[in-house]
């Protein structure tokens, strides 16, 4: 398990404090002058909080609306000031060769980190910006242009740096350094813990640091293809394909953050978001983006992302083949013509009597205009709006002929105007998008007609509601059904989009849901991230491309990561023997760690199972950090029953271990996301068994079987699948 800072090499000495008469040195007393550095910049930061907290906005502004919006930006910055008890300032320093222009960089709009010439050529990396009382800075945020050579030199390419040092702590005390001499003489790098991953020791420490508490930043350890992704520029979209426990997760987290500091004001403005597969994870990362100062990200599921305050709420669920068919791109169409399918060609003139006179516009003109409409790729509530003043035209044109002068305040009245409005009901009648998706999948004919050529009769079969909903509120829906009215929402009205959203665990989504995560970066960007191989629904993503051409950005890269820091090499290489029948094209996936004995596989009798479950849970929370007991969704309250029996009250999925409570009781179907130091998988035929097909069921196995940071123990008594006996 994780040695103490102790163990470090000779470059990591715990050093006893310099005599009080002798200014530390660097060369022989190097972590005694990182600590008065630490300890000087924590005094710096409680004098810019200070600063911060004296500010009198009624000197700055005498409107009260202003001095809101100012109180509030001082409180959030305030907020932002913080020290951070158990972290320390800074994880890490650059020196760089010679004095560098360490400006912030195009497309910045943050702040002053890493001045001139005069701030000299050694920055102290960390969460944030700290400067002294002259504005000089004493630890830059990592996130700045000048930090990236510390995520990205190495001895090939140094990118201007000497020397490269990370720090070892313990809560918010530096404990241990480690140097690489990039540049200069004496260059190489510290200790490689395999497969090229940099920071040596200090990165296999982070990783396998006990796991309690919700899941931490890795601010200090980003590795090289890692900080590629989460540097990338805001414009292009990018797809990253990662087998298990490459940080994912983890990359889209710290892209956020990275995102708000470089295009701060653009993205304050238009929005952030990031997306994941449910509230157990969500709440399993919600810790993420505040420790790095970021407080102000909205964190979802796709299924509350459709769920509107005051529109339809889901209550229940489809089969499997009825969800994948609501879910299918198709639906866009047979919504598409639902939607319009209240419009009508008139029949009769439109006449509108204004003083004595009658103007008649004649029924074949409106049907122009309403087929104009029709064919401009508007939303149906745009055109809606757009017809009155259309109407109201074409009576203008007549008046004009007629010899009159009208203005613009008759052709407002003519637009609102009984006839007009009469005309407009009877041609574009108004729609609401849940009713619309009811009549859908409560009137057979009238489904049957829009998806004429679209859907195949018994598709359109499949999709009806057994019995015709009476209302809105009454009405079965479905999580796939809100996602058709959320489609249909949009028809009517365009969606507004965020600057940039964050798609986790991707490889789930439905076409439709793709289309409803697309809408809302329509004009932004998006960073998607899942793995083929865990897709574990009916309608899992087959291929990336494809994915994001429902997204609407089909010109987005592609990235792969293939560097597992979660799983030990003997556990990945194990789960990775079930490649072949769950996702043949991948790559497996390697691992920056070795962990001996890690993997244990125990055949039980069948009696015994419960038993030698509550066993390995009890040999697991002997060691340290958070232990996962993984099993089939049917199998949870025969375990809880035996755990309780050996007195063990397990936490559920999502809930915060602690130091007296590490043992979490989780279902198969919640485990995607999640990872524990040490795991204990409760009989894999179960897992497998719980899923409609058997690719999916193997699927579900590797998600189970790629949870476990230290450990991992199997206990089965039906025979494991070939590939894993
Ligand atoms: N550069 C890194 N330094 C330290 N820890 C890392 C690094 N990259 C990833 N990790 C850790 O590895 C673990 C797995 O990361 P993460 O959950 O982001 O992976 P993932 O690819 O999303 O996995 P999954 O596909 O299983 O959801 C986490 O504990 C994360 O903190």
Not at 97 to 121: K, M, Y
Not at 331 to 351: F, K, N
Not at 592 to 611: F, I, M, N, T, W
Not at 655 to 663: F, H, N, Q
Request: one cysteine or more; glycine letters at 10%.
């Amino acid at each position: 398990m994780s040695e103490t800072a102790d163990s470090l090499p000779p470059t990591a000495p715990r050093v006893p404090a310099p005599p009080a008469d002798r200014e530390p040195d660097d060369r022989t007393d190097p972590l005694a002058v990182e600590r008065a550095h630490l300890a000087a910049s924590r005094a710096a930061l409680r004098a810019m909080r200070a600063d911060a907290e004296a500010l009198d906005i009624g000197d700055v502004t005498a409107s009260w609306v202003t001095a809101e919006v100012l109180r509030g930006d001082v409180e959030r910055r305030i907020a932002a000031l913080a020290d951070l008890a158990d972290t320390p300032l800074f994880f890490g320093r650059l020196d760089y060769l010679r004095p560098i222009d360490a400006g912030t960089g195009p497309g910045n709009d943050a702040g002053d980190d890493a001045g001139d010439d005069e701030v000299g050529r050694r920055f102290h990396i960390g969460r944030r910006h700290v400067h002294d009382a002259h504005g000089d800075p004493m630890v830059i945020d990592w996130r700045a242009p000048v930090s990236q050579p510390f995520y990205r030199a190495s001895p090939a390419d140094p990118q201007g740096v000497e020397l490269r040092r990370r720090f070892g702590y313990e809560g918010g005390e530096l404990t241990a350094l480690e140097d690489e001499h990039l540049g200069g003489h004496g260059a190489g790098a510290a200790t490689d813990p395999g497969n090229g991953a940099t920071g040596g020791n200090l990165l296999l420490r982070e990783i396998e640091r006990p796991r309690v508490g919700p899941m931490r930043d890795i601010v200090a350890t980003i590795q090289p293809e890692q900080d590629e992704i989460v540097r990338a520029p805001l414009r292009g979209s990018l797809c990253v394909q990662g087998a298990p426990g490459t940080g994912k997760t983890a990359v889209g987290l710290h892209r956020v953050a990275y995102l708000l500091y470089a295009h701060r004001e653009r993205l304050a403005r238009s929005g952030t978001l990031v997306i994941g597969p449910n509230r157990s994870f969500l709440r399993y990362i919600e810790q993420v983006l505040p420790a790095l100062g970021e407080l102000e990200v909205r964190q979802t599921t796709v299924d509350a992302l459709v769920t509107v305050p005051g529109g339809p709420e889901p209550r229940g669920t489809d089969d499997p083949a009825v969800a994948r068919l609501k879910g299918d791109a198709r639906m866009a169409e047979v919504l598409r013509r639902a939607v319009r399918s209240g419009v009508r060609m008139p029949e009769e003139a439109l006449e509108v009597p204004r003083g004595a006179r009658r103007w008649r516009v004649p029924a074949h003109e409106v049907a122009e205009i309403v087929r104009e409409l029709l064919e401009r790729d508007i939303r149906y509530g745009a055109a809606l709006e757009a017809l009155p003043q259309r109407l109201a035209h074409a009576v203008l044109v007549r008046m004009e002929r007629a010899g009159e002068a009208p203005d613009d305040r008759v052709q407002a009245a003519v637009a609102r105007s009984a006839p007009v409005k009469a005309m407009v009901r009877r041609v574009w009648p108004a729609v609401d998008p849940a009713k619309v998706v009811l009549r859908l999948l409560s009137d057979p004919e009238f489904l049957a007609e829009r998806a004429e050529g679209v859907l195949k009769p018994e598709e359109v079969e499949l999709l009806a509601w057994p019995r015709p909903a009476r209302g809105v509120r009454s009405a079965p829906w479905s999580p796939a059904d809100l996602v058709l009215v959320d489609e249909a929402r949009d028809l009517v009205e365009r969606t507004p989009s965020l600057g940039h959203v964050v798609l986790d665990e991707a490889q789930d989504l439905s076409p439709m849901q793709y289309r409803a995560v697309g809408r809302r970066c329509s004009t932004g960007s998006v960073t998607v991230l899942g793995d083929l191989a865990q897709g574990t629904t009916p309608w899992a993503t087959g291929t990336w491309q494809e994915a994001m051409g429902h997204l609407g950005k089909p010109e987005a890269t592609v990235a792969e990561l293939t560097r597992g820091f979660r799983v030990p090499r003997e556990i990945i290489a194990y789960a990775s023997r079930l490649l072949p029948m769950i996702a043949p094209g991948l790559a497996e996936a390697g691992s920056v760690r070795r962990a001996p004995g890690s993997l244990r596989v125990r055949r039980v009798a069948a009696g015994e199972l419960d038993a030698a479950v509550v066993a390995a849970c009890g040999e697991a929370l002997e060691r340290e950090g958070s232990v996962g007991l993984i099993a089939a969704d049917a199998r949870l309250p025969a375990l809880r029953a035996a755990l309780a029996g050996a007195g063990h009250e397990p936490l559920g999925p999502g809930d915060e271990t602690s130091a007296g409570r590490r043992l979490t009781l989780v279902a198969a179907s919640l485990v995607k996301g999640l990872e524990y130091d040490h795991v204990v998988l409760d009989e894999p035929a179960a897992v497998i068994g719980a899923e409609p097909d058997e690719r999916t069921g193997l699927r579900r196995l590797y998600v189970a079987l790629t949870r476990a940071v230290s450990g991992l123990t199997v206990v089965h008594h039906t025979p494991l699948p070939a590939a894993l006996a």
